[in-house]
Each structure stands twice: as structure tokens, then as C-alpha cells.
């Protein structure tokens, strides 16, 4: 039997999954829900935000002590400030955003695409300086132009940045999308994480093919829970992974079951016999129905 590629499913309820409307989580919910994931195998946990505030930086250090098995990385915009909230934090690991598309870089951010990757390196350079372990997330990546998103990918491998995280922040890709994008940011030697938003319902079916691809990581909520349609099922993501014949993530449906049945009453999210009620487009998604029977190949 072939040996099973490892999938690290990274847990962001608590800074994505945080921002779906109607959803606030004090700190006493963060810092359950942060040690009912590390006690049920998560092995990275996406904490906050530390420019948000001293509060914020408070929540994650406290979610860090409490969590000492799991890796703990916090989110940052290019800029200096950000990064050195994150210091007073001291996590595991600062993931910093990078706009790669035009609409994002020119009418979100106002700069031309050299001067929003100056911005990023020097951020880089700052926590690298520091000690810190540095990932970059490639916001918009799905709507970037391939050109661009390959000199950046290469660009990062040539400044000594490895971990990179393909950002569908609009919600816009098909399965095959998904795939081609991981395979573009592999072929220049990178790690490659993913993280998809359920805008069109194929957050779960997205992230899959993109870890069939080569990703080895996937970024994943809590029943889905995230801005706008939500994010990335983990319970639905780890049954299709175990399901594929192909990945064995480190986070099983049956732990995954485990940490919904404890986080439920937190989150406000009935279940009914162990499952969740309205469980959404992506409830009957089967690992089998994204393969092609006659070729064998992933969309």
C-alpha cells in the first residue's frame, strides 16, 4: 500500500474564523477553544492579530503558555508596527501578508507592486533579524497574474523565505485552480500552505485538490465559521482527506468530531447525534466525486 502524504491542517477559528458577523469570542471562549485544539492533536493554532492591541497581545501570550505542544503563529500586515506587536507576543511563527493581485496591491493598498514587496521584505527582515520563523501569505493569489505570482515565489526562495500560504481571499477558485496554483509555487521549491473561503462552496473541494497537488498544509475553522460564507471546514476537510486514499491528515474526522462536540456550546452551533445541523453545500462532497474515473487524475 502506497505510503500516505502527511497534511498539517492549521486551525484559524480563532483569528478567521473569529470574523463571522454575529460571532465574538471573549477571551475566556479563546483560551478554551485554544486548549481544546492542542489537547485534541491541532498542531498549529492561528491566534489573533497582536496589532489590534494590547488586549489581543495579552489573549495570545496566554493562549501560548497554555498550549506549549502546539505551534502557535499570529497574522501581520506589511508594516513595521505589526511586526513589533508581534514580538511582545512571542510566538512560534509570524505570518505576514503579501497583496499579489493588481486590484488588491494598486486600489487596496494605493502602492506599485515593488514598493508592496519592499514593504513585505523589510517586515521579513525585521523578525528574521529576531529569530523568528517568517511565512508568507499570498493574498489574492487566485485573481493574481501568474507571471507576477512566479517572480514573487521566486523572489522568496531567493531571500531565504520558505513557507508560503496561496490565499483565495475572495472565494473564487474551482478545484483545478486550486491545484494549479500549488503546483506553480511548488515548481520554485516552496512549502506551501492554503487557504480557502467558501464563497462559491468549494472551500472544502479546493483545499483538497490543492493538497492532492502538493500543499502541505490546509487552513481550517471550527464547523466552517469565517467572514462572509466562511472558511474551511475542518471536520468535512479531514473526512475528505482520510477519504482520498492519498493523505493522512494529522487531525482525524473522529478527533475532529471530538473538538466540535466540546467547542459547540462555545460557538452557539447546535448538533444533532454527533453531526451538525445544516451542515451546508458542502455536507455530500465525496473525496471520489473530484477524481477523474477514467484517468485517475485530480481536477
Same mark, same amino acid.
Given at each position: 500500500?502506497?505510503?500516505?502524504?502527511?497534511?498539517?491542517?492549521?486551525?484559524?477559528?480563532?483569528?478567521?474564523?473569529? @470574523?463571522?458577523?454575529?460571532?465574538? $469570542?471573549?477571551?475566556?471562549?479563546?483560551?478554551?477553544?485554544?486548549?481544546?485544539?492542542?489537547? =485534541?492533536?491541532?498542531?498549529?493554532?492561528?491566534? %489573533?492579530?497582536?496589532?489590534?492591541?494590547?488586549?489581543?497581545?495579552?489573549?495570545?501570550?496566554?493562549?501560548?503558555?497554555? =498550549?506549549?505542544?502546539?505551534?502557535? &503563529?499570529?497574522?501581520?500586515?506589511?508594516?513595521?508596527?505589526?511586526?513589533? #506587536?508581534?514580538?511582545?507576543?512571542?510566538?512560534?511563527?509570524?505570518?505576514? =501578508?503579501?497583496?499579489?493581485?493588481?486590484? @488588491?496591491?494598486?486600489?487596496?493598498?494605493?502602492?506599485?507592486?515593488?514598493?508592496?514587496?519592499?514593504?513585505?521584505?523589510?517586515?521579513?527582515?525585521?523578525?528574521?533579524?529576531?529569530?523568528?520563523? /517568517?511565512?508568507? %501569505?499570498?493574498?489574492? #493569489?487566485?485573481?493574481?497574474?501568474?507571471?507576477?505570482?512566479?517572480?514573487?515565489?521566486?523572489? $522568496?526562495?531567493?531571500?531565504?523565505?520558505?513557507? /508560503?500560504?496561496?490565499?483565495?481571499?475572495?472565494?473564487?477558485?474551482?478545484? %483545478?485552480?486550486? #491545484?494549479?496554483?500549488?503546483?506553480?509555487?511548488?515548481?520554485?521549491?516552496?512549502?506551501?500552505?492554503?487557504? +480557502?473561503?467558501?464563497?462559491?462552496?468549494?472551500?472544502? *473541494?479546493?483545499?483538497?485538490?490543492?493538497?492532492?497537488?502538493?500543499?502541505?498544509? /490546509?487552513?481550517?475553522? $471550527?464547523?466552517?465559521?469565517?467572514?462572509? +460564507?466562511?472558511? =474551511?471546514?475542518?471536520?468535512?476537510?479531514?473526512?475528505?482527506?482520510? %477519504?482520498?486514499?492519498?493523505?493522512?491528515?494529522?487531525?482525524?474526522?473522529?478527533? #475532529?468530531?471530538?473538538?466540535?462536540? @466540546? +467547542? +459547540?456550546?462555545?460557538?452557539? /452551533? *447546535?448538533?444533532?447525534?454527533?453531526?451538525? &445541523?445544516?451542515?451546508?453545500?458542502?455536507?455530500?462532497?465525496?473525496?471520489? *466525486?473530484? @477524481?477523474?474515473?477514467?484517468?485517475?487524475?485530480? $481536477?
Amino acid at each position: 500500500m502506497k505510503k500516505r502524504d502527511r497534511l498539517r491542517l492549521v486551525d484559524t477559528t480563532l483569528r478567521d474564523g473569529g @470574523q463571522m458577523p454575529g460571532l465574538v $469570542l471573549s477571551k475566556r471562549k479563546r483560551l478554551f477553544l485554544a486548549r481544546i485544539l492542542a489537547a =485534541c492533536g491541532v498542531g498549529q493554532i492561528e491566534a %489573533g492579530v497582536p496589532a489590534m492591541g494590547a488586549e489581543e497581545i495579552e489573549i495570545i501570550r496566554e493562549i501560548k503558555e497554555n =498550549c506549549p505542544s502546539t505551534l502557535i &503563529s499570529v497574522w501581520n500586515r506589511s508594516r513595521r508596527e505589526d511586526i513589533t #506587536a508581534s514580538f511582545a507576543c512571542g510566538p512560534d511563527l509570524i505570518h505576514i =501578508c503579501l497583496p499579489v493581485s493588481e486590484l @488588491q496591491i494598486r486600489r487596496k493598498l494605493g502602492l506599485e507592486p515593488r514598493a508592496a514587496l519592499d514593504a513585505f521584505f523589510a517586515c521579513a527582515e525585521l523578525a528574521m533579524d529576531r529569530g523568528y520563523a /517568517v511565512s508568507a %501569505g499570498l493574498e489574492d #493569489a487566485s485573481r493574481a497574474d501568474r507571471a507576477f505570482l512566479r517572480h514573487v515565489a521566486r523572489e $522568496l526562495k531567493e531571500k531565504g523565505i520558505d513557507r /508560503v500560504r496561496l490565499c483565495d481571499t475572495v472565494g473564487v477558485l474551482l478545484p %483545478g485552480g486550486a #491545484a494549479e496554483l500549488t503546483r506553480l509555487c511548488l515548481d520554485e521549491g516552496l512549502e506551501i500552505g492554503f487557504h +480557502a473561503h467558501n464563497d462559491l462552496g468549494m472551500a472544502e *473541494a479546493n483545499s483538497l485538490c490543492a493538497a492532492l497537488a502538493g500543499a502541505s498544509s /490546509v487552513d481550517v475553522t $471550527l464547523f466552517g465559521i469565517g467572514e462572509r +460564507a466562511g472558511n =474551511c471546514d475542518m471536520r468535512k476537510l479531514a473526512h475528505l482527506a482520510e %477519504g482520498s486514499g492519498r493523505l493522512s491528515p494529522d487531525v482525524g474526522e473522529r478527533a #475532529a468530531a471530538e473538538i466540535e462536540r @466540546q +467547542a +459547540a456550546p462555545l460557538l452557539g /452551533v *447546535a448538533t444533532v447525534c454527533g453531526r451538525r &445541523s445544516g451542515m451546508g453545500v458542502g455536507a455530500g462532497l465525496d473525496a471520489g *466525486a473530484l @477524481q477523474g474515473r477514467e484517468t485517475g487524475r485530480w $481536477l
